[in-house]
């Protein structure tokens, strides 16, 4: 036998079995493809809501920091901590930096899905692209994803970055 029979009798036997198979189970393929298409159609009602808006808070105020939670020499970790703002879910944290205290030029922001459940909610905001041995200055905001202002701003604060090879850990690291 060659090398073309054996793809032609697999063929045969696999078409009948497959065949004998789909006949006797027929009303069960159905079956399972009615359950299975009415399971993606009808859902249960508790996962289909979106829930609105949380309420806004009425004053968001940082509660702890801002400071340094990590850095490079090339890179910074800014974190803080303000009471839970509401609104929109979806927010940003926002620091604006620069190395003059009076222009704070660079912004970066960082996502953050609010947790409706918790009454405070972490801040933490990476900066790249930074020098080696250079102080920054930066304040520090959030906003919700419309661009709505949480409507509160920090004081200028400062850090300078270490140099190469260095690092600062102001936080635990997670093992």
């Known amino acids: 036998m060659g090398p073309r029979a054996v793809p032609c009798v697999l063929r045969y036997v696999s078409n009948k079995a497959?065949?004998?198979?789909?006949?006797?189970?027929?009303?069960?393929?159905?079956?399972?493809?009615?359950?299975?298409?009415?399971?993606?159609?009808?859902?249960?009602s508790a996962f289909s809501q979106i829930l609105p808006p949380a309420k806004k808070?009425?004053?968001?105020?940082?509660?702890?920091?801002?400071?340094l939670e990590f850095a490079r020499e090339d890179?910074?970790?800014?974190?803080?901590?303000?009471?839970?703002?509401?609104?929109s879910d979806e927010h940003f944290g926002v620091v604006h930096y620069g190395t003059d205290p009076g222009n704070l030029?660079?912004?970066?922001?960082?996502?953050l899905r609010l947790n409706r459940g918790h009454p405070e909610t972490i801040f933490r905001v990476r900066l790249d692209g930074l020098k080696p041995q250079i102080t920054y200055y930066y304040v520090v905001t959030a906003i919700e994803s419309s661009g709505k202002s949480d409507e509160f701003r920090s004081p200028?604060?400062?850090?300078?970055?270490?140099?190469?090879?260095k690092r600062?850990?102001?936080?635990?690291?997670?093992?």
């Open 156 to 165: 200028v604060n400062q850090f300078t970055t270490p140099a190469p090879g």
């Open 57 to 67: 808070a009425a004053h968001v105020e940082i509660t702890q920091g801002p400071s």
């Open 105 to 111: 030029s660079l912004t970066v922001k960082s996502h």
């Open 18 to 44: 497959v065949d004998g198979v789909l006949r006797m189970n027929r009303p069960l393929l159905k079956m399972a493809i009615t359950a299975m298409a009415g399971s993606l159609l009808v859902c249960h």
């Open 75 to 87: 890179l910074a970790i800014i974190r803080w901590t303000t009471n839970n703002p509401g609104g």
């Open 168 to 175: 600062i850990a102001a936080y635990p690291e997670p093992k």
